[in-house]
């Protein structure tokens, strides 16, 4: 079923191991320890123990890599024939881009004298950096070799850390869960890159680009991990007491909202009013999407309620009459929706994080506004410029995006990268030794066959 | 094989909605953040960040999310047909409680000026009270539909609160783990709520009330981690320091003895010597149940291993000898078996804790008694009596649940709920849309078929 | 499928009551709350809360709870009839080894007024040697029955205790992740029990001895989760600070850089160029195990990544053309590939913790020595004899095993314990009641054969 273009002997080894020599070489270059990993740094001064930043952030930074790795991983095994892959190829990926991005976000968040300094929180960022790049691998699912997937990840690592640097340092926006950093951005790179893609051929694949009964179990794993450690995704990095608290609240409830709304969009618009398991496994994720710019502000938990109930609707709504539009007439084949859980509930979550901006006031907030907005709280600006300022943010994301994902996807063209031919995507044999069925199986059909067989030589 | 009784295009989206509707406007009238989530409450004082809730009681949240959602889910996949339902309908069901639960029990746990105080205490809280639904759910699962699961949860959330109130407030009874508000009272609930919905033709169904081989590792998935994190559920809202550290141990020490006795009493009953699944699965629990109202107190270490010992023991006796009784003779279908994971082990943890605490003495709790029994501690009453409130508050609960489960079950039963037929119970495809099998096997036996009809056609 | 040899309706009730009743007469003589856990002691002196250990630990213990029954459980799944065991007896010795762990490493690491003390670092601790138990559990899996599996796991803990004990307190040498304590004994000791307990007529059941697709998912999710928590074991219970911290971030890279070193070597190493699941599963968790001694000390993150290639070099070597020269000359029949996930690799990382200890200064140090390096830091011995403890360990370590091994591999071939025969190895339904396949993949066959009778009756 291979052949010579996709056999992955020497492609996969060479880009391996040349990335990761590249990798131990730029860190040991430039990187080291931070003040609190530190042996000598951290024994400088006295302090508390438990003042080390580790006990305030490391929950919530395991809570985010059982989403990168479980989560991610297991929401795309749904595919009947594509289990090895989505999980081994999220595996793969996010191993070399969390690498990856420690640097690029390293050298644009601020050297020191030099040296990039690393600790939990960077940890935290390389997560949610990768996280962008799996949310573009879900809509070129099945359609690339893991060659393309890393080349791709090279690129959107370094262009995700550019536009957060721009968005986050340059024009001073709060993103805290990353509505726009993350999942617009991850989103909108991804459809462009799946666009220009586009495989005129690829019903020939079409028999294998669905599901079975138990792979959408196994999805259920993905989707039920994602929806419950949101709130420490969304709360990973903000300040300290209040600010961790209440985003962790925030997400809690606009993802509970966001199911009700999913499951009742689910039996209105599905077939025959049975629940359809696609909006399911995504849609009710919609909230905590949404939920990624405003969580850490002063949202209110029934304002929180609202941005889910809305992102549930516009995501089943998504699934249902979008995106057999954007592949019929834009030709863009989103294979697992990514348009629908994290473009439209991404893009959502930015406006909604502009609108509360902009309505900030020391009256809510008190002296909590230097922690949310610190520019608006020592009086360099009003809450209504904030606002301003996210609403550009979500347009330079947009554009670097679009751009981005044009680029890279005529580079991922290139025919050097063993993508698999349009009669066999959707499948992991090509990429993966596949042990058959359960030998029982076999045994029954030959037990069956060999039973007609001797009634038909009598 | 969906009749228009069962079809949920209209019902489902109703009640979803009106719901939620309902839910967002009692939260934006009265719930607040609490003092620890609110950024100008919080920065109005000055204190360390590290001694706010959020760094207390995170993890632990995290924890009982993941057993509600992935534990209590994947526990249940166990039915061959009904994995969907199983993890899709239990993640309903728990969005809808939680946000529920945050009022009632706001509501019975003290407003402050007529509004509801929340943080992680209220997150942990109404995930407890949706944990009692979901037992209930285990003795109704697969004869239900999810419009009847919405209706039966906004009873027995409400109710759960009350009794909730009676036992910790009114009656002064300790209960962290809910032996008795959780696990007693949703079991006795379910359990009556199952008997008024007594199917006589249910035998109709009968054979797809059984696992297969795959769907019984799924549901180890669920047995796992609630096994794993049913020390957090246990000390997740005991006071700070030693008596979360202290719950969490006894509960490690039960669970651990637990299995040991479960797994003997497994083979010892079996057919054949040979281990059953279904005790392994639901057993080797018991000992978090028993555990869950004594686990704070000084139990020590060996009593917790005792009492893990004799929950195992009763719940595989359960499974073995009470539940076909139960089903026979007080026609109980109890599909999960609650009675012998939540009901009778529940029971004995509250016994358990009633005789732990009358023998509270100041040797051995010293200062640390204010914490565990601070009526005892202040002198208002003898520890003897602490045992007297704990004894009736066993009462109480059961009498609650019994008497609210045989209304809520008539309540179920009006004819509008779309509940499903005596013929298709157990099945997911009455509900959802359901792929078919591996295309391989389809192959495979068209394969099978298309050489024979070959042969004959010679 | 049974006979009465592999019967278990006596054998395994008895061992197991016998047990734990062994356990609870222990811990109620021995056994005591330790500071951070007994309400007495606790109160009796002012602090802060969070300074209990519970905070600063339990975090990182349920990481490593989910590592032992998760992780270590559902790794084993990978065999296409073994799950239910796999699960299940991972289950079963984790649940008796932690508790019997509690006593002997209570025993040796320190008795109080001849009581042990216990608490979140104990609890850590025991799911280590649990750990150990669990890997040798790996060499012999689907060739032992349950009451070997307890039998070994009596002995291995009694023995792990006395080299921990050797290792750390005697020799003084450093080992927080386990690199020698658990993967090098666990392995070598499993190593040694398969040899003696070499079958050579396994090939009778080696149809059963590989995966399935569903199974080698199943298999993922122990590897992700193991993966993604190295970082908590490692640190789980080195000293407050930037010590957890520390290592953490080292075990992190570690483990990303020996991913993609393990996806270069299996698409170089594996037929025609495709990805081998076994690689996967395994060889890119080696960099956890060979960071598990250095992962503390001030390795740097480059180094991390160094140590992490060739701990998944090594490994894809081992599975690909060492663990059948094993097998087929010395006689190993090493069911998981222990030594190539736990065995080489851990030497691996005893050996860079060597190096990495002997080479260590103040002046990377500071006075973050005395956290990691005691003895060095007060000038008691020179970083370089340090270095040599380290080594000694090593040694000591790899007898300690390939001895103890050899005597438990005698005792477990005794002809009481329900060994199952050649012929039925690698299959759950000699010791579990297995359901049947799906129905409806009888019914369709049913179906297809009585469409052929029907036609050949015509």
């Known amino acids: 079923m291979t052949d010579a273009a996709t056999n992955m002997r020497l492609k996969l080894p060479i880009i391996c191991f040349i990335l990761q020599i590249i990798l131990i070489i730029l860190f040991g270059v430039l990187v080291e320890y ?7 740094k951290w024994h ?95 809509a070129v699912l099945g359609k690339t070799s893991p060659v393309q997937l890393l080349v791709m990840a090279i690129f959107e690592v ?36 799946t666009r220009v893609l586009y495989r005129p051929n690829l019903n020939k694949s079409q028999h294998r680009n669905s599901s079975v009964y138990h792979s959408d179990l196994f999805a259920m794993i993905g989707t039920i991990y994602l929806w419950m450690f949101w709130p420490s995704f969304n709360s990973a990095i903000t300040a300290h007491g209040d600010d961790q608290h209440r985003t962790a609240m925030n997400t809690y409830y606009s993802l509970a909202a966001c199911t009700l709304a999913t499951y009742g969009m689910s039996a209105v618009t599905a077939h025959d009013g049975k629940l359809d398991m ?106 209504s410029y904030q606002g301003v300022r996210q609403a550009i943010s979500l347009a330079v994301t947009l554009g670097m995006a679009l751009g981005g994902g044009l680029v890279v996807g005529f580079i991922l063209k290139l025919p050097v990268f063993g993508a698999p031919p349009d009669t066999i995507c959707f499948e992991d044999s090509i990429y993966w030794e596949v042990p058959g069925e359960e030998e029982d199986h076999g045994e029954q059909l030959t037990a069956v066959h060999a039973a007609e067989a001797e009634k038909l030589n009598n």
């Open 158 to 193: 370094t262009l995700f850390a550019v536009n957060e640097f721009v968005l986050l340092t340059a024009l001073g926006a709060k993103d805290a869960g990353g509505s726009m950093t993350i999942h617009t951005f991850g989103a909108y790179f991804g459809l462009m890159v």
């Open 34 to 40: 931070d003040h609190d990993t530190d042996a000598k």
């Open 278 to 383: 696609v909006h399911i496994q995504n849609a009710a994720l919609a909230g905590g999407v949404a939920a990624g710019t405003a969580g850490e502000m002063m949202l209110t938990p029934y304002g929180s309620m609202i941005v889910g109930v809305l992102a549930g609707i516009i995501s089943v709504l998504g699934y249902k009459y979008l995106s057999p539009i954007l592949e019929d007439k834009l030709k863009i084949q989103d294979t697992c929706g990514i348009h629908n859980l994290h473009g439209m509930p991404g893009v959502l979550g930015a406006i909604v994080g502009a609108v509360t901006a902009a309505v900030a006031s020391t009256d809510v907030y008190g002296k909590g506004m230097a922690d949310v907005f610190p520019d608006v709280a020592n009086g360099d600006i009003e809450a």
């Open 44 to 138: 400088n001064e006295s302090h508390s123990e438990n003042d080390n930043e580790f006990y305030y952030r490391y929950p919530s930074f395991q809570d985010v890599h059982v989403m990168i790795f479980i989560g991610f991983g297991f929401l795309m095994t749904f595919l009947q024939r594509y289990g090895f892959s989505s999980v081994g190829f999220n595996f793969l990926i996010a191993a070399f881009s969390l690498q990856w991005a420690t640097l690029m976000q390293g050298f644009f968040h601020g050297m020191h004298g030099g040296k990039i300094h690393i600790g939990v929180e960077s940890m935290i960022n390389a997560d949610f950096c990768t996280g962008a790049v799996l949310i573009s691998f879900g």
